[in-house]
């Protein structure tokens, strides 16, 4: 049977086809539907994980013990699971073990464009890279092999365009799920120098027989296609770039790389002689040309190409075939460009209110990861930075500890509640044992609101939407040592306002939870039928309604506000703002 699947999908099919018992995750764009899709074959035990980290670990105990395991992430997520990556490295596997990472060139969804091909030289492990999502399958069903074969794990390698695009997919049935009888075996998984310094000669030993195995298609260990063209150029390239030359260069002669660590030296040599010149096409960071390079291999890169972003059919034409290049008869004056649409947060949004008592209060705010991140835009423009998840806390920690006693205390750390549960508890309990004065404030909307709505630890339901414990966000915080815990509701902006400038005059670290659930959810909907409504007579036309930038609503023609029931969410902010009274929750007439 044949479907047409998105990339993401395909490798939670491959999953499913390979036998794997266990998947666990944390959701992170755009690697945050493989798992979604993998919870809808009840066979897998799949689970949304505190963090990557945490995710990791529980694929390799899956692993140690005789099942097939993977854990999926987005590249910066892969920077948490590090710790256990590189050591897994070292143990080898029980049943296969799979990471599965995607990259995001662009950035569409992400604060770096990091390069995770580097983590599997780094950590020695071998990392296939899919073109579609025929391969997505292929090849995740391929990493579960070669992990066993070889006693690794391996990376599996996505990028946006083929995480997120779809194409057609070859289904079969899925093989049985079969756990290996578990035997105790220190010298193997118990990480002690003496136990490592002799793991490390076997992962060097397996390195190298991978690389030599990969060169020989005989194998079918690398998974590579050469693709006979001209003789005048020949392209090395992998993963989407692959797309882009086959469109854009379908005379060129190419060598599609599958298994992109370790290397096939000898079959890069051999595809090198056939050609004239010889291009390596890859986005991001030159890892495979300097590779080449190194082997002695005469070829041109990224002196062709960009460092930065996504590539284009259009761009390698420009560098490659400019003779194919057209010129549109279109004029460029005659085109109508579409007016720049700033990011807004969503209509009745819950931290939009927090973030205008924030600004009203001139705070230092250290930011985190999430939907909320746009606090730092206009027309709040409250934060001052923005790193990584979980990173906050620790910031506003730093900031504080930096900062005279003779200046204002107005120090605030923001974080969602996932994002809270993910890394930012650590910080909290560092700053409360080292004396901070900060506020924290944990933005709980109920959700893991910027990756689609998954669940978490403090929601009550699990991946399958089955009943689970919640953590308490007050009883956790209180546990660790915070003196002062507060829940306003944040559309309620000025008493928010109140509060937070309240908990920034107390000495010692308090937290404030702003307590509303997201607005696209069902318990975030205002009630049935209700909408903001404007009495314009009472309607000064001061602008302050509009200013909140809400995308329901508008100035009419009078510069009055215009409601859109349509998109209204019923939340009131508006409401609170307005100080004429020309606002008011009720029925569209």
């Given at each position: ?348 949004c819950p931290h939009k209110g927090l973030f205008m008592a924030l600004s009203r209060l001139k705070a230092q705010v250290m930011g985190d990861i999430g939907c909320y991140t746009l606090g730092a835009l206009p027309p709040t423009s409250a934060m001052d930075a923005c790193v990584c998840m979980g990173a906050s806390i620790g910031m506003a920690h730093g900031f504080d500890k930096a900062t005279d006693a003779s200046d204002s205390k107005k120090t605030v750390a923001v974080i969602g509640d996932s994002t809270f549960l993910h890394s930012g508890i650590t910080n909290l309990i560092n700053a409360v044992y080292n004396g901070s004065s900060i506020t924290v404030i944990i933005l709980d909307n109920s959700i893991t609101g910027m990756t689609g709505h998954q669940q978490n630890a403090s929601t009550g339901m699990d991946i399958r939407l089955n009943p689970a414990p919640a953590v308490s966000l007050e009883a956790l915080c209180e546990s660790v040592g915070v003196r002062s815990v507060r829940v ?102």
């Open positions: 049977m044949r479907q047409i699947l998105l990339g993401n999908e395909a490798v939670a099919r491959g999953a499913y086809e390979a036998g794997v018992k266990v998947i666990s995750s944390y959701p992170g764009t755009p690697s945050t539907e493989i798992t979604e899709a993998a919870a809808q074959y009840e066979r897998i035990h799949c689970e949304w994980a505190t963090n990557e980290k945490v995710g990791a670990e529980v694929a390799i105990g899956a692993s140690i013990r005789g099942a097939r395991a993977m854990t999926c992430m987005k590249h910066v997520g892969l920077n948490v699971a590090a710790d256990p990556l590189f050591t897994a490295s070292y143990t080898g596997i029980g049943g296969g073990l799979v990471f599965v990472v995607a990259d995001d060139p662009g950035m569409h969804s992400s604060q770096n464009e990091q390069d995770s091909r580097h983590y599997a030289r780094a950590a020695k492990l071998p990392i296939l890279e899919p073109s579609d999502s025929a391969e997505c399958k292929s090849f995740v069903i391929k990493a579960f092999e070669l992990s066993e074969k070889y006693d690794t794990p391996v990376l599996v390698r996505l990028q946006t365009r083929v995480a997120h695009s779809r194409s057609i997919t070859e289904l079969s049935d899925p093989s049985d799920i079969l756990v290996k009888p578990y035997t105790k075996d220190m010298a193997k998984y118990v990480m002690m120098p003496a136990m490592a310094v002799k793991r490390h000669v076997l992962v060097e030993k397996r390195t190298e027989a991978i690389a030599n195995d990969s060169s020989d298609p005989s194998t079918g260990v690398g998974l590579h296609e050469e693709i006979d063209g001209s003789s005048d150029l020949g392209i090395i390239t992998s993963g989407a770039a692959y797309q882009y030359v086959r469109e854009a260069l379908p005379d060129a002669s190419v060598l599609k790389l599958g298994l992109i660590w370790p290397l096939p030296e000898a079959l890069i040599r051999s595809f090198s002689k056939k050609v004239k010149r010889l291009v390596v096409v890859e986005e991001l960071d030159p890892f495979l040309e300097n590779e080449i390079l190194t082997m002695g291999i005469a070829c041109e890169g990224k002196s062709l190409f960009s460092l930065n972003g996504e590539y284009s059919t259009a761009m390698l034409r420009a560098a490659l075939a400019p003779d194919t290049v057209t010129t549109s008869a279109v004029s460029k004056d005659s085109l109508v460009t579409a007016p720049g649409r700033p990011p807004v947060m969503c209509a009745g306003i509701d944040p559309v309620d902006t000025k008493e928010a306002q109140r509060v937070i400038k309240e908990e920034l005059e107390k000495p010692f670290v308090s937290v404030i939870i702003a307590r509303r659930p997201c607005a696209l959810i069902p318990t975030g909907k205002g009630p049935r039928g209700k909408f903001a409504v404007v009495d314009k007579d009472k309607c000064t036309t001061c602008g302050q309604c509009i200013r909140i930038m809400c995308p329901a609503l508008t100035a009419g023609p009078d510069k009055k506000p215009v409601i859109d029931p349509e998109t209204c969410n019923s939340c009131g902010l508006c409401v609170n703002v307005c100080a004429f009274g020309a606002l008011s929750i009720g029925e569209v007439k």
